[in-house]
């Protein structure tokens, strides 16, 4: 195991998550209605699910048509999402790395890595219209977060959505944030906030929908 962030041992997780069928809140099934009535009737979208976990949000997006990756860092985990949702895509991948060059080589060169990723126009053939992140930055450390958003900045389209769920305190902790501060890390990186929804047991709106703007 790789200890990063709080240091929880997601592979660990995945196996109680798996027995329950879920691991984040229950809650991020409205960040889905919400993406869903910003989307409208567009088709043919891209999806990614940063810290997927078991992958317990492929089916949603399965449901409402949008082409689905899943990214996360635990093996086991992924061998879960695997076996449970064997046509969705799960990528082995720190969030801080350059994931999307990855993804860029390998259509690029129909899946074998030969095409560079750094390549602009191969990256922005397989940018994103959404991400999502639900229950995972506040698992990293400010300096983490750093490092990941402008990974997901680069991955999502120019007027593409960004959806977080995360834990939203009174006073920040070393990997939690305040409702402001959630929202000030996010919008540095390029996004605007759209709107914020549920509010968590401390009173806070934990739920934020931001759309790249530059
Ligand atoms: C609480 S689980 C949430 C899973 C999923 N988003 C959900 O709501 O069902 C957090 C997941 O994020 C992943 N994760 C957190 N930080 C990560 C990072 N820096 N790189 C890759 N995966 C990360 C963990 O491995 C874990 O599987």
Known sequence: MTTFGDGIDWDKEAQRAAAHDAIGAPAGCEMLDIIMSEIGQRQNLRAVDCGCNIGQFFPMFEKAGLDYVGLDQAAQALQIARRRWPKARFMRTYLWSDWLGVLAAEAASGGVSTVDGTDEAARERVRFDVAICCAVLQHNKHEEKERILPRIADAVKVGGL?????????????????HDQWIALVERYGFQLVKTWHKNELGHEDGYL????A
Request: aromatic share 10%.
């Open 162 to 178: 960004f959806a977080i769920q995360e834990s939203t305190v009174t006073n920040e902790t070393a990997t939690q944030l305040r």
């Open 210 to 213: 931001f759309r790249r703007v």
